[in-house]
Structures are given as structure tokens and as C-alpha cells.
């Protein structure tokens, strides 16, 4: 079964630290692994996305990552800000048909206190 | 959103009464989808539109219709709203398919009471 799950469900750092979220897939035939970032209220805005053959991709402070052989990614932010506070989204797509699919993750809730 | 735009924002209806959204875009893509987000889960497919006139389910397309007569714009219809379908609506576009980049909505908050 194809599913995309994140980690942690929620997180709550300190402005100026570091983090990681974590998401693993089981999709299969995989075409391409995006992650986006949703501020309440409002619809999801992409920050990355990448391809089997791309191991790594930035966007500022944001740097995902992606392992196809163990079907895992990473997003990487780098000292964090308030704006950051938000609901980070993975979603995998396959190739599955000519439209493909995406499967999205339930996502992982950053917040950033003062 | 740029080139996006859902209406309305809010809306609170009663169980059993029609519901249309609405999604209109300027980017002239051909692809336009329907999701719906609630609590615990990721966000889910209605229905999409390959075209004008185009249309396909999504995997929760049960009591839902769509429309397509113009390319910029996509019709969502509740015939009859009941409260499991309270949620947010995201309206989604894409030049080239699922595959390919995404551009979502501001999303429609719908509560039937």
C-alpha cells in the first residue's frame, strides 16, 4: 500500500535553533518527493522538489534531503524564525499513469516561540 | 495565491441544502483538482479536470460533482451537504499533471450544520 508518513506529528523549538522533520514512503514506482509548508488559514506553498537522481536541494534556509534506496527524506531548517511556525507537508508522487498520483503525508505542525 | 483564486472563503450551509464552489485561474494550465483537508488526515482528492469538459474521480468523490465548461474554471457541487463533508477545500492547478509543479488555493472553509 502506498503511504507517506511524517515525523514527528508536532514539534515545538526555540527561535534561532535548528531542526529536522522527517518523512518516510512506501510509493512505488516513485517519480518525485516535494515538501511544502502550509500557514494556517492558507493553501500549501511548495519548498522543494526533487527526483530519484537528487540527493539534495535547497531553498534558503530550508534544505531537503532524500534517500531513494531507504525511501526516506528530510527537511532541514536552519535557524528558525517565527514565519517558520506553520504545518510542513511531504507528499510523494509515482508514476504510476500517465497523470500519476501524489500521496500526501498528514504533516508536521512547527511551531517557533520567542 | 497567485493565478488562483477560491470562492467564497467561508461559508456555513444547512444539512441536506446545495453548495457550489468555485475555482477560477488565470495561468490558462489544464489541470485543475479538488482536495479536501480535514484533521488527521492528509489532504484527499475529489475530482480533477484534464480539460474543459474533462473530468475524473478522485478517491473520495462520493457526493461531490464537478464541472468544467470554461479552462479557467472549476466547479465543485455538494447536491446535498451533510455534515461529514464540513472540512476546508483546496482548489489546485497544474500545467502538466500531478507530476509536475502545483500551484493550491487559499482553500474554502465549509460548515454544514
Known amino acids: 500500500k502506498n503511504q507517506v508518513e511524517q515525523s514527528p506529528q508536532s514539534l515545538i523549538i526555540l527561535e534561532g535553533k535548528n531542526c529536522t522533520l522527517q518523512?518516510?514512503?512506501?510509493?512505488?514506482?516513485?517519480?518525485?518527493l516535494r515538501w511544502y509548508k502550509q500557514d494556517t488559514g492558507r493553501g500549501p506553498v511548495s519548498l522543494t522538489i526533487?527526483?530519484?537522481?537528487?540527493n539534495t536541494k535547497s531553498n534558503g534556509r530550508y534544505t531537503a534531503t532524500l534517500d531513494a534506496d531507504t525511501k526516506q527524506s528530510s527537511l532541514h531548517i536552519t535557524a528558525s524564525q517565527l514565519s517558520d511556525s506553520a504545518s510542513y507537508i511531504c507528499?510523494?508522487?509515482?508514476?504510476?499513469?500517465?497523470?500519476?498520483?501524489?500521496?500526501f503525508g498528514r504533516g508536521t505542525q512547527l511551531t517557533v516561540w520567542p | 495565491d497567485a493565478g488562483i483564486t477560491q470562492s467564497p472563503r467561508h461559508k456555513v450551509t444547512e444539512t441536506g441544502t446545495p453548495v457550489t464552489l468555485r475555482c477560477h485561474q488565470t495561468?490558462?494550465?489544464?489541470?485543475m483538482y479538488w482536495y479536501r483537508q480535514d484533521p488527521g488526515h492528509g489532504l484527499r482528492l475529489i475530482h480533477y479536470?484534464?480539460?474543459?469538459?474533462?473530468?475524473d474521480k478522485g478517491e473520495v468523490s462520493d457526493g461531490y460533482s464537478v464541472s468544467r465548461s470554461k479552462t479557467e474554471d472549476f466547479l465543485l457541487t455538494l447536491e446535498s451537504a451533510t455534515s461529514s463533508q464540513t472540512s476546508v477545500y483546496f482548489c489546485?492547478?497544474?500545467?502538466?499533471?500531478?507530476?509536475?509543479?502545483?500551484?493550491f488555493g487559499s482553500g474554502t472553509r465549509l460548515t454544514v450544520v
Open positions: 489546485a492547478i497544474s500545467e502538466a499533471g500531478q507530476s509536475y509543479g502545483y500551484t
Open positions: 518523512c518516510n514512503y512506501t510509493v512505488s514506482p516513485f517519480s518525485n
Open positions: 526533487m527526483t530519484f537522481s537528487e
Open positions: 507528499v510523494v508522487s509515482d508514476r504510476g499513469s500517465t497523470l500519476g498520483r501524489l500521496y
Open positions: 495561468e490558462n494550465h489544464r489541470y
Open positions: 479536470s484534464y480539460g474543459v469538459k474533462d473530468t
